[in-house]
């Protein structure tokens, strides 16, 4: 912040007010309580103890779309529900974000080809920002998916509009930090050494015969 | 009972009614004529050594090959099939009944093959007529309430029939 930075008591900091309001907003993201399927219990997962979604400030998951920010639309979407799926997200005040949680809602997942009543991914229903595959997606997955959301709050200019809106810069990237005996500088030796850790862990995880 | 007893009863009492019966199967069934259906029924219920209280399942079969290459070995004519599994809590005793109907009535495309309801001696047909209806496409006479059970009101077609077409799109949502 300039020459403005430090000249003030302790308890004053300087920023701008566009950062400030985007930085109460990504930090208290609050979801909807809203499931359709077997995604819906992971979802629960990220939420209670164990993974903690609230670390994040996204844990209070509001009952009604009045009060919700963040969609996480959690399972198979089909047809009868679609309709009631935008309503909820008509019902949403502005600014309002959605993630596709699993591989249903990013793109049919495995009711593609024969499922005659599931929507081919919840994008042609409501608009989608944040796509998280999986199977369901493991609640890490989805604690990187709410990040990107954050991203993207990060990078929203409501107080100064007419500028083009950027592709967002992940601030956490979500790449493991490898352990020194897995890395190397060379890549390719890496890899190796990393291929090496793998096949030993299958092996050391085969079925031992009784 | 077992199924061979049952079926031998049923014979025995109603056998004029009862079109013709396989004990080679796994579960020995019988089948009937829709128009024979409810009669059947009626003794299988109300026998004295019978008694099937409960109706468990009523199930739509759709048998039709679709592939013009596979349907000389498919080794069944066109047809639709309703299948209903009985059992006796008295009794602790199981049976398979077999409806065969047309695909379509009167094999005009569209219009649904009738079968008369049994909700007045199983209140749980009820819902299982209707789902049979919703999904294979089979019209229950005298059913109370037959209107789709798990599909939109507005679907079009019948989609555990085996030629039945995906909706390319349903209220501005692509299908496909």
């Known amino acids: ?196 850790f793998a096949r030993r862990t299958k092996e050391k995880a085969a079925p031992a015969k009784a | 009972m077992t199924s061979a007893d049952i079926i031998a009863r049923l014979e025995q009492q109603v056998g004029d009614k009862i079109k013709s019966k396989n004990l080679e199967a796994i579960d020995a069934f019988v089948v009937v004529e829709p128009s024979n259906l409810l009669a059947v029924c009626r003794f299988l219920k109300t026998d004295s050594r019978l008694e099937f209280d409960f109706l468990n399942c009523i199930s739509g079969v759709d048998y039709l090959e679709i592939d013009p290459k596979k349907v000389a070995k498919a080794g069944f004519e066109p047809h639709l099939e309703v299948v209903y599994h009985f059992s006796s809590f008295r009794y602790k005793h199981r049976f398979v009944l077999k409806v065969v109907l047309p695909r379509w009535k009167d094999d005009k495309p569209g219009e649904l093959p009738e079968v008369p309801s049994v909700t007045p001696l199983w209140r749980t047909a009820d819902w299982h007529e209707r789902e049979v209806y919703d999904l294979s496409g089979v019209f229950f006479t005298g059913h109370p309430n037959l209107t789709r059970i798990l599909l939109a009101e507005d679907w079009v077609g019948h989609p555990l029939r085996k030629d039945y077409e995906f909706p390319l799109e349903y209220h501005g949502i692509r299908g496909r």
């Open chain 1, 1 to 196: 912040m300039g020459w403005l930075e430090g000249r003030f008591e302790e308890s004053v900091i300087t920023t701008s007010l566009e950062q400030a309001i985007n930085w109460a907003r990504e930090s208290s993201m609050w979801p909807m309580t809203f499931g359709l399927a077997c995604c819906a219990i992971e979802m629960m997962a990220t939420g209670a103890s164990r993974y903690d979604i609230d670390r994040f400030g996204a844990g209070a998951f509001r009952a009604t779309p009045r009060q919700a920010d963040l969609m996480i639309v959690a399972g198979t979407v089909n047809f009868k529900m679609a309709s009631r799926v935008r309503r909820l997200y008509n019902q949403m005040p502005d600014p309002k974000f959605v993630i596709a949680m699993g591989a249903c809602t990013c793109g049919g997942g495995p009711y593609y080809k024969y499922g005659y009543n599931v929507v081919k991914g919840v994008d042609l229903v409501v608009p989608v920002d944040v796509y998280v595959p999986g199977c369901p997606p493991r609640p890490e997955a989805l604690l990187e998916g709410l990040m990107r959301i954050q991203d993207k709050v990060k990078a929203m200019k409501d107080l100064t509009k007419g500028q083009p809106l950027t592709v967002p810069i992940p601030s956490r990237t979500g790449y493991t930090l490898l352990p020194p005996e897995l890395n190397d500088a060379d890549p390719q030796k890496a890899q190796e050494k990393q291929n090496e």
